[in-house]
């Protein structure tokens, strides 16, 4: 097998919960060390959030080890349990970090500023480490305190106000959904930016992401539209500015689908072609000359009756044969899929092997999310199974770190180490 | 002026909707982006919102500018055999090419990956696209809400009554321009370091998959459909302190339940030293809101008979904090009680991002004094800062800017 294009490199993860703990994942799925650094006394929350895995009597298993939502975000990882608010704790991060190519964590300014790990207090134990810090609202400024527990980030980047129904207040889009792609995906391509850099350099530096910026970086138009055409625009549903029919169709419902049976099929005409095929494919090919909608501004003009006519035509069709016709003849078209869907029926999904399973020693066997981005060469893959809470302690103060087994002792006994 | 992280670097992109974003990170970061673009310009310039005042200009579609600063633009039609053979030469020029045409639609133009890659062995050549370069789907048409959907996420968001949810700002596309940048990265620096090139393939679909949160794990383990459970969200019932509030002028979202900062007592502590408290300071309202917290709730629901006594008080509970919150606007409820150490969150509408304090104390937005159409602007800047090497985001193209002097100097 080839060397993956990461090795060598190693990853003091400092992190919690969500943003941090997948820039992490990421760079351990292309061959990084990455050293998790956590406590049981203040554990990552998903360690103990569903879901769990299940016992074969179908009760829930329990501990720190068996949550999936864990699990998928700290995959290969080595654990080191350590006590950051002991001083003596705070010294053996200082001897990891010094071991580390990059320093990564999401704890507030607050909670970095307890633990003595600032940047300028790492750069002097390691001037080359490059240090990713990626709290909430940043690390400087009037609300760089502000509580950013779970749901907040939705609703304060704009995201909530910007989606879904207007008939329906900003109640959010069910999910923390910055967590997972943007924030982490962001912060590692600044972090190996940052590498380029002291590979040619050999300088070290401080990365900072501030969750607000990079999101509200991605917010597509609507910070713009304010601040150069004064507007305040607000959400639309399923609809663009431009193009039309666009949205979630219903179709017949699924009685396989658990817990879940409504089918809808999302459409999105581009063009004229793209619409004129959709009608044909709906059964009315006459409708693309209908004045009502023979443009995309008369379609835009006549949107709601537009819509109500193409539910009522997709309303009895099977959800996967509409979708499937409506891409053979060329329509931007998709199924609204579920979980079940993509792990056990999409068969696109399965062909390209994006999910990789591996074996849990408490939680038994599971679903990673593989890497994303597939490279030819030098591929990425989920590194092997979470680690247990704790499981490389012995491991990494010693290999790592270089603490003989006496001072291991004692620092297990003092709880310090755990 | 500050060193720039990918100094050195040229980018040739061949790319609209799904992949400008992965160039932009890169132009942003120092690399020379040139976004080669057919006559007229990709369906980005054409679609809203424009500049006021220039509605259809391909140089003022804001659609374009989020995700293409930074950036060349050259212009050239590559169904013409001389553009493709100059559109090749650019590309072989680049340590990089980034593309979201449809799959074989470049090959078909000797623009290939396996053309490239044999001509120049170290090119790093990033494909994003909406399903990706193999398997079923490979070939199918694709639009951002066509990856929300097959990508897991748009299940999730919405009404239980309503159309399943998109989520705003083209995420799909957002999702995998982000990954196509970290692979990128990871390739480009394997290329500086081996001399070897590769191919990096980015599906929207798995992109944006990840996002789902718990729902894969879920199936996983549970073999249960996570579903949309709208604004009620993950609780059973409307509970004091969470959820999303109307307000003065607006929205906010309360979530002071959780097990981060102040607690029910200390809003109340708010509320009296306004003069609102109302009668929460008498029973039994003072108990249930000296109690309200998540795991009180867990134990509370499984007692029936108590639960039902505790319930019947909420919706009182609910409407006075409701009408201390009205007196307020979104950003005074927003800053006083985040202040105080309660979990509060505004729901920013864009104005409010605009004014944002932190972002305007931060200085975080940037100005481009020429901008491709229309007056100097205000624009939003970079998603991280970086110490040594800082990102610089800097006006988009006017279509077929640069076709000129990039072409003069191949």
């Given at each position: 097998m080839s060397k993956k294009p990461l090795e060598g490199l190693r990853v003091g993860d400092f992190s919690w919960f969500g943003a941090g703990p997948i820039a992490g994942n990421t760079l351990a799925q292309f061959g990084a060390e990455v050293i998790r650094v956590e406590s049981e006394a203040k554990p990552d929350g998903l360690r103990r959030a569903h879901p769990f895995a299940m016992n074969p009597d179908g009760t829930f298993k329990g501990g720190f080890n068996v949550s999936g939502y864990y699990n998928n975000f700290n995959a290969g990882k080595l654990s080191l349990q350590l006590n950051l608010n002991e001083e003596k704790g705070q010294e053996i991060g200082y001897r990891l970090i010094e071991k580390c190519d990059f320093f990564l964590t999401n704890f507030t300014p607050r909670v970095i500023d307890k633990w003595n790990l600032r940047y300028e207090q790492i750069a002097k134990v390691n001037p080359k480490i490059i240090a990713a810090y990626a709290p909430m609202q940043g690390m400087e400024g009037p609300h760089r305190d502000y509580l950013g527990f779970g749901a907040v980030l939705t609703p304060v980047t704009g995201i909530s106000e910007m989606s879904g129904f207007p008939n329906r207040p900003p109640f959010g889009i069910g999910t923390n959904y910055p967590d997972y792609v943007v924030n982490p995906g962001h912060t590692v391509t600044a972090m190996l930016a940052a590498l380029r850099y002291r590979n040619r350099t050999g300088k070290g530096q401080c990365v900072e992401l501030p969750q607000l910026e990079s999101v509200v970086n991605t917010l597509g138009t609507a910070v713009p539209e304010h601040l150069i055409n004064g507007t305040n625009p607000t959400r639309t549903g399923n609809r663009h500015p431009s193009y039309s029919p666009h949205g979630a169709f219903r179709c017949a419902d699924d009685p396989e689908s658990v817990n879940s049976p409504d089918r809808w099929v999302a459409i999105a005409c581009r063009d004229e072609a793209e619409w004129l095929a959709a009608a044909a494919v709906l059964g009315h090919a006459e409708l693309a000359g209908d004045g009502r909608f023979n443009s995309p501004v008369a379609r835009k003009a006549n949107e709601d009756e537009l819509e109500t006519l193409i539910n009522s035509l997709t309303r009895e069709r099977n959800a996967n044969e509409l979708c499937a016709a409506l891409q053979a003849a060329g329509v931007p078209a998709g199924v609204v899929q579920h979980a079940q869907d993509m792990l056990d029926r999409d068969e696109h999904i399965r062909a390209r092997g994006y999910y990789q399973y591996v074996d849990h020693p408490e939680a038994g066997r599971e679903a990673h999310d593989g890497p994303v981005a597939v490279l030819s060469q030098t591929p990425g893959s989920v590194p092997g199974p979470a680690p247990l809470m704790g499981e490389h302690t012995m491991d990494v103060c010693e290999r790592i770190i270089g603490l003989t087994m006496d001072e291991i002792a004692d620092l297990l006994a003092e709880g310090v180490l755990m | 002026m500050a060193d720039r992280a990918l100094e050195g670097v040229r980018v040739i992109e061949f790319t609209d909707e799904v992949g400008s974003y992965c160039g932009r990170l890169l132009a942003d970061l120092g690399a020379e982006v040139i976004k080669v673009e057919p006559p007229g310009g990709g369906r980005q310039r054409h679609v809203g919102p424009f500049v006021t005042g220039f509605e259809n200009d391909a140089d003022a579609s804001l659609a374009f500018w989020v995700h293409n600063t930074s950036k060349k633009s050259v212009v050239l039609d590559l169904d013409l055999p001389n553009a493709k053979e100059t559109a090749r030469r650019l590309a072989l020029s680049a340590d990089i090419v980034i593309e979201d045409c449809p799959v074989g639609y470049l090959g078909a133009r000797g623009l290939g990956y396996e053309d490239l890659h044999a001509l120049k062995p170290s090119l790093v050549y990033t494909s994003v696209t909406g399903f990706g370069q193999t398997g079923p789907h490979a070939n199918w048409a694709y639009s951002d809400i066509v990856g929300q959907a097959m990508g897991g996420i748009m299940t999730l968001a919405g009404e239980p009554t309503d159309p399943p949810n998109m989520i705003y700002g083209r995420q799909a596309d957002i999702s995998a321009s982000i990954h196509a940048a970290q692979g990128t990265m990871i390739a480009l620096l394997h290329a500086e370091a081996t001399g070897e090139g590769q191919r990096v393939d980015v599906s929207a679909q798995e992109a944006v998959s990840m996002s789902q949160e718990t729902a894969m794990q879920t199936w996983d383990f549970q073999k249960k459909n996570r579903t949309r459970t709208g604004e009620t969200g993950s609780l059973p019932l409307k509970l004091p302190g969470a959820g999303t509030l109307k307000v003065k002028d607006g929205y906010i979202l309360l979530f002071?339940?959780?097990?981060?900062?102040?607690d029910l007592p200390d809003l109340l502590d708010w509320m009296r030293e306004e003069g609102k408290q109302d009668d929460l300071d008498d029973e039994p309202y003072r108990t249930i809101i000296g109690n309200m917290n998540m795991g009180w709730l867990t134990q509370l629901m499984s007692n029936p008979a108590e639960a039902a006594s505790v319930i019947q008080h909420l919706p009182h509970i609910n409407e006075v904090i409701g009408r201390f919150f009205a007196g307020k606007t979104a950003r005074e409820a927003y800053e006083q009680g985040q202040e105080r150490r309660l979990l509060i969150g505004i729901v920013s509408r864009p104005q409010d991002l605009a004014e944002n304090t932190q972002l305007r104390e931060r200085n975080w937005y940037v100005r481009f004094p020429e901008a491709p159409a229309g007056p100097p602007v205000e624009f939003p800047g970079p998603p991280y800062r970086l110490s040594e090497t800082p990102a610089v985001v800097a006006r988009p193209p006017r279509l077929g800017e640069h076709t000129e002097a990039v072409l003069a100097a191949l």
């Open positions: - | 002071i339940i959780a097990p981060a900062g102040g």
